[in-house]
Nanobody
């Protein structure tokens, strides 16, 4: 059974930092693409950052220069370091993993999310 467990969310003041982690089990983690998504109240879920099995990364424009994604395949973990947090970063953050086989998404799994609140 595949499980993704996010941790590290919480309340932080504007300008502060948080580090989110997502630990996977039940899959060969190293071959999966991993993404962090977020969903703010009343808004659609959006991609924040992703990292491929080869370590290539991408970021939403809104977080470039502030967030850093990384993965540790030995620990089946992906992290999202979030610095210079803004109130608009407030959302539930979700971890997602998937594989691409012949351009088809397979093995698409989601965690339950962790809440990040940026407020003074």
């Amino acid at each position: 059974q595949v499980q993704l467990v996010e941790s590290g969310g919480g309340l932080v003041q504007p300008g502060g930092s948080l580090r989110l982690s997502c630990t996977a089990s039940g899959i060969i983690f190293s071959i999966y693409v991993v993404g962090w998504y977020r969903q703010a109240p009343g808004k659609q879920r959006e991609l924040v950052s992703g990292i491929t099995s080869g370590g290539n990364t991408n970021y939403a424009d809104s977080v470039k220069g502030r967030f850093t994604i990384s993965r540790d395949n030995a620990k089946n973990t992906v992290s999202l370091q979030m610095n210079s947090l803004k109130p608009e970063d407030t959302a539930v953050y979700y971890c997602n993993v998937y594989r691409l086989i012949n351009s088809v998404v397979v093995g698409d799994y989601w965690g339950k999310g962790t809440l990040v609140t940026v407020s003074s």
